[in-house]
Structures are given as C-alpha cells and as structure tokens.
C-alpha cells in the first residue's frame, strides 16, 4: 500500500488525521476534507518503569475493510509517523503499543479503509504523554478598587527561571476573557483597568509563560464586585 501519499506536513490535530488518510494532491492545493468515522481512546501506562499504550476504538458503519492505528510523535502526532498496527478483523478493537517510549508525547490515529485499500475516513487524534508535568508556579496577584471607577492590579516578579513573559487576564461578568497586558521579558509590574459601565463582576487572572508559550505558572482568579445585585 502506499502508505507515505497518505502523508503530508502536518500542522495541527485536523492535519494529522487528514495527512494519515489521503493522499496529497500537490502542495498548492488544500487538503481535503477527512470524514471522521471512528472513535479512539489511548490510555498511556508505566509497569516497572515500562511504557505502554493502550488503545481501542470504535468504527460507524462505513463499509469498511481494514483499519490501522498510526502513532506520530509530538503532543499533536505532528512529527515522525509509523504504522503500529493494521487488521482486516473489525471484530478486533485494541491494540497495545508497547514501542512507545519514556519521555516522549504521542498522537494516535486510526485510518478506516474500505475494500479497495482507500481511505474511508479516520477518527480523532488520540494523545498519550509519559513526560512528568512540570510543576506550575502559583503566582501572586492583588487587585482592588481605587475609585468607583478604576481597578488597580499589580503582582511581582514570577520565581521561575522558565517565565519569559506574563499576562494580565481580565473577564467582565460572563465575557470572554480577554488580555489586558503583557510584561516580556517577565517582570514585576501594574496595571489599572477602567470599570466598564453596567458592569457586575470583574475577574483577574495573571498567567506566565516560557519561551514556547507552555504555562509556567498561574495565580488563582481574583472576583471584584463593581454592582450589587439587585434584591
């Protein structure tokens, strides 16, 4: 089967499951729309320091043939890609990979095919991490009011050596959050907001990030009350 056309440089979770299932036309063209037809669930596990992957699936009706179970590595799959699994016994719906391993992420696909060994759709990317999450750091924040009409925030300098800037997130009432300011470099700072006219509750939030833009660190959401409900 020619399994590399059924590659193409990936970008994202919705790119890998349409890469792993057809072919690409050329790069000028956009890749076509992947029909999801089944649904995948990875569970990843360390017996006596040794990494596995289980996953099972399960395939609507789509006249299929065969299925099999591609691993990419990366949190999104998006980097090398083998095949660790492929059965024409759609009565078989679990596979464990035990090729995985420590300190890696993985993204897991599975790709329907119908009789002729073409693509009939695949399902989600399934994700499975042995990586030890990094211990978030809880920042300090202190908002309060300094007139009716304003908010004062300010916070110091993030601990971590990973912080490489923070942000000042704020949510009026039931709005999306929405950023407010960013120190990069990371760094001690302030920073006053004007009360929104008709406004309940305001809702901040400092978040640091590194380099990579991975959550290093994050403080707890502070409420202020601007309005009384009403009785």
């Not at 989600?124 to 908010?151: D, G």
């Amino acid at each position: 089967m020619r399994i590399w056309k059924r590659l193409a440089v990936l970008a994202g979770t919705a790119t890998l499951a349409t890469a792993l299932a057809v072919p690409t036309a050329s790069a000028s063209e956009p890749p076509p729309t992947v029909p999801q037809v089944a649904r995948l669930a990875c569970q990843g596990t360390m017996a006596n320091g040794v990494p596995k992957a289980a996953c099972e699936w399960r395939v609507r009706g789509t006249g299929a043939s065969a299925v099999e179970l591609w691993r990419g590595t990366g949190e999104n799959g998006e980097l090398t890609r083998v095949k660790v699994f492929e059965s024409s016994d759609l009565t078989v719906h679990r596979f464990v990979d035990e090729t995985v391993v420590a300190g890696n992420r993985y993204g897991y696909v599975l790709v329907v095919l119908g009789p002729e060994g073409n693509s009939r759709g695949t399902s989600n990317v399934a994700r499975v991490s042995f990586v030890a999450p990094r211990p978030i750091e809880r920042l300090r924040l202190a908002c309060r009011r300094t007139t009716a009409t304003n908010v004062h925030c300010e916070w110091p300098l993030p601990s971590s050596p990973d912080a490489a800037k923070v942000t000042l997130y704020a949510t009026v009432d039931r709005a999306a959050r929405q950023a407010l300011t960013t120190l990069e470099p990371a760094a001690a700072g302030g920073f006053d907001m004007a009360v929104p006219a008709g406004a309940k509750v305001l809702r901040f939030a400092l978040v640091a990030f590194d380099s990579a833009n991975e959550v290093t660190g994050r403080s707890p959401v502070l409420a202020i009350l601007v309005a009384r409900p009403r009785r």
